[in-house]
T-cell receptor, first 109, second 115 residues
Framework: GESVGLHLPTLSVQEGDNSIINCAYSNSASDYFIWYKQESGKGPQFIIDIRSNMDKRQGQRVTVLLNKTVKHLSLQIAATQPGDSAVYFCAEAAQKLVFGQGTRLTINP | DTGVSQNPRHKITKRGQNVTFRCDPISEHNRLYWYRQTLGQGPEFLTYFQNEAQLEKSRLLSDRFSAERPKGSFSTLEIQRTEQGDSAMYLC?????????????FGPGTRLLVL
């Protein structure tokens, strides 16, 4: 069945450092992935997406990498800021979204 | 604000009572989705609509749950005879196309507490 998992439930980084959040998926037929950010008490907020015909996609301060060979994707956040503190989810997107459990990113001053 | 809206934002009810939540999607979005999220977990799919047609329901959606989208615009999710295990955040999302592989935009959620 479908399965999306994140490698670490929590990640703590220093302000200004880069953050890397990892995600693994099991369905080799998956062809579209989305990263969401969820702050406390709010709904998930779209960050960036990537389709399987790409290995890398960049946004503002964020980069998503997709390795289809090992069924792994990562979210890189450059120059992490206090406002980046949240739970980050990767989701496999087909007719519905299948989410992993999320990684809580904490920023140390 | 033209994002997805949900009402109420919070609901406290006693076990056995019925509750109804409303979702207003982004204007002209064809697809509307309901998810449930419990503490420390990612959202789990419940059901989705394309226009007014309910196309898929998760096994999580027991007989006590019913969702409607009568005119293909807003949607309601009703839970009858609530149980303490129904306590969760109920999230609504919408997407603009019919391919299924499009970004879904989420509302702020309705947090339900069943006492």
């Amino acid at each position: 069945g479908e399965s999306v998992g994140l490698h670490l439930p929590t990640l703590s980084v220093q302000e200004g450092d880069n953050s890397i959040i990892n995600c693994a998926y099991s369905n080799s037929a998956s062809d579209y992935f989305i990263w969401y950010k969820q702050e406390s008490g709010k709904g998930p907020q779209f960050i960036i997406d990537i389709r399987s015909n790409m290995d890398k996609r960049q946004g503002q301060r964020v980069t998503v990498l997709l390795n289809k060979t090992v069924k792994h994707l990562s979210l890189q956040i450059a120059a992490t800021q206090p406002g980046d503190s949240a739970v980050y989810f990767c989701a496999e997107a087909a007719q519905k979204l299948v989410f992993g459990q999320g990684t809580r990113l904490t920023i140390n001053p | 604000d033209t994002g997805v809206s949900q009402n109420p934002r919070h609901k406290i009810t006693k076990r056995g009572q019925n509750v109804t939540f409303r979702c207003d999607p982004i204007s002209e979005h064809n697809r509307l989705y309901w998810y449930r999220q419990t503490l420390g977990q990612g959202p789990e799919f419940l059901t989705y609509f394309q226009n007014e047609a309910q196309l898929e329901k998760s096994r999580l959606l027991s007989d006590r749950f019913s969702a409607e989208r009568p005119k293909g615009s807003f949607s309601t999710l009703e839970i009858q005879r609530t149980e303490q295990g129904d306590s969760a955040m109920y999230l609504c999302a919408s997407s603009p196309r019919t391919s299924g592989r499009e970004t879904q935009y989420f509302g702020p959620g309705t947090r339900l507490l069943v006492l």
